[in-house]
Nanobody, 118 residues
Framework: QVQLVETGGDLVQPGGSLRLSCAAS????????MSWYRQAPGKERELVAA????????NYVDSVKGRFTISRDNAKSMVYLQMNSLKPEDTAVYYC???????????WGQGTQVTVSS
């Protein structure tokens, strides 16, 4: 079955950096776009960044453009999110899923907590 395991979250000061990783299994990773989502307390889950199956096209929500970079390694079935210049409003649980514009799978991993605070 589909498994998505997110790691790399932590407590970081404003202006700091983190790199999130997502290990995917149970589906043909290389033919799917992949995305990172986040959900802050009391808010709906939002799409943060997406990357096409070959990595040739990426998309970001406006609030993270210029600060976050999504990448993938199809040989390892991994997708990454490099987050720089972190802000308190980036605090959320971050999830990955397949798909470029909407989640391909109804099941989600446990997510990884990112907290930006001084």
């Amino acid at each position: 079955q589909v498994q998505l395991v997110e790691t790399g979250g932590d407590l970081v000061q404003p202006g700091g950096s983190l790199r999130l990783s997502c290990a995917a299994s149970g589906f043909s990773f290389s033919i799917y776009g992949m995305s990172w989502y986040r959900q802050a307390p009391g808010k709906e889950r939002e799409l943060v960044a997406a990357i096409a199956s070959t990595g040739g096209r990426v998309n970001y929500v406006d609030s993270v453009k210029g600060r976050f970079t999504i990448s993938r390694d199809n040989a390892k079935s991994m997708v990454y999110l490099q987050m720089n210049s972190l802000k308190p409003e980036d605090t959320a649980v971050y999830y990955c899923n397949a798909g470029f514009v909407r989640p391909a799978f109804s099941s989600w991993g446990q997510g990884t907590q990112v907290t930006v605070s001084s």
